[in-house]
């Protein structure tokens, strides 16, 4: 698309991949210059008996409530303290065992460097992310992380957009290596994340979410049509033969198909002969994340909760209800 303003034209599509050019050239120049320190920041992270408290203002400080909130989410305490409330009263949450990251891409900006001096007097390790080693904050700090660019992606070289991209992806690699170093699993992540899809994978049990009212039981003496009228009633795509107290078997409306192509004649069925004699029952204490991959790998949609040793059921669970 091209855009006509005054006597220049511009093509949009073009303007778009020069700033993801520019901002992936940066990207490159900031991992090439990552060495020892980068290891020495983990370290002393690692080392921490305290939280790691992310601060800065404007766009640093957009940023680095962003690395804060992936940090605290993937293992490392963590939270973002505004500078001006900090210096305001809120290095009150400062404590001596704390590290403080402190980003500013100057290194010059005044509310960050204002609270330099209380984060000396308490003791805390303290870690720069700037794009100038000779800065008053590179200099104060007992880690500096350089995330010097050769320009921003905006055409005045005035908004931030590449210092900011590098900075985001240097606090997404701190925590990265943070996981890595802490070996953070699949399990750790959802008990932090309990609302989203993962999180109820890993942590929810299946006798949180099995179905128990309504369950299809029908006796294997049972009829065709009473077969019929308990599968469509049980809305699950299958009967339970037995009781709750002793399963023989399930016939699902696969099996119900299969029988009729063999046997047209529904009055020669017989249930028994139709039944699958051992279904599948998984404990109710299993996770969903456990009895889903159980499930995928027996290619089916639907397990019966309970006692494999005893054949007793609880409940039923369907992949695709849960």
Not at 203 to 227: C, G, H, Q, W, Y
Request: a neutral charge; one cysteine or more.
């Amino acid at each position: 698309m091209n855009v006509i303003h005054k006597t220049k034209t511009y093509n949009l599509k073009d303007i778009a991949k020069k700033v993801f050019d520019i901002e992936i050239e940066s990207l490159k120049q900031v991992a090439s210059s990552i060495g020892g320190e980068f290891n020495n920041v983990i370290e002393a992270i690692l080392n921490s008996k305290g939280k790691l408290i992310v601060t800065g203002i404007g766009k640093s400080g957009l940023i680095g409530k962003k690395i804060a909130a992936t940090l605290a989410s993937t293992g490392t305490p963590s939270f973002f303290l505004h500078p001006g409330d900090a210096f305001h009263g809120d290095l009150g949450m400062v404590q001596v065992n704390d590290l403080v990251i402190l980003i500013s891409y100057s290194g010059e900006t005044d509310e960050v460097l204002k609270i330099i001096p209380f984060l000396k007097w308490n003791k805390n390790v303290m870690i720069g992310i700037t794009g100038n080693p000779d800065s008053t904050l590179a200099k104060n700090c007992d880690h500096h992380l350089n995330v010097r660019i050769t320009r921003e992606a905006c055409p005045l070289e005035l908004a931030p957009t590449s210092s900011t991209t590098t900075t985001l992806v240097m606090g997404d690699a701190l925590a990265v290596a943070l996981m890595e170093s802490r070996q953070f699993q699949q399990e750790d992540f959802a008990r932090f994340h309990p609302g989203g899809s993962l999180g109820r994978k890993l942590v929810v049990k299946v006798k949180d979410l099995m179905r128990v009212d309504n369950l299809p039981l029908i006796d294997e003496n049972a009829s065709f049509t009473e077969l019929l009228l308990r599968m469509s009633e049980g809305k699950l795509g299958l009967v339970i033969v037995g009781s709750t107290e002793r399963v023989e078997g399930v016939i699902t409306d696969g099996d119900l198909r299969r029988a009729l192509v063999r046997n047209p004649d529904t009055s020669k069925l017989v249930i028994r002969e139709m039944m699958t004699v051992n279904p599948v029952i998984i404990d109710p204490e299993e996770y969903i994340s456990q009895a889903e991959q159980l499930m995928i790998e027996r290619k089916i949609a639907t397990v019966l909760v309970g006692s494999v040793d005893r054949r007793t059921i609880a409940g039923v669970y369907q992949i695709y209800n849960a």
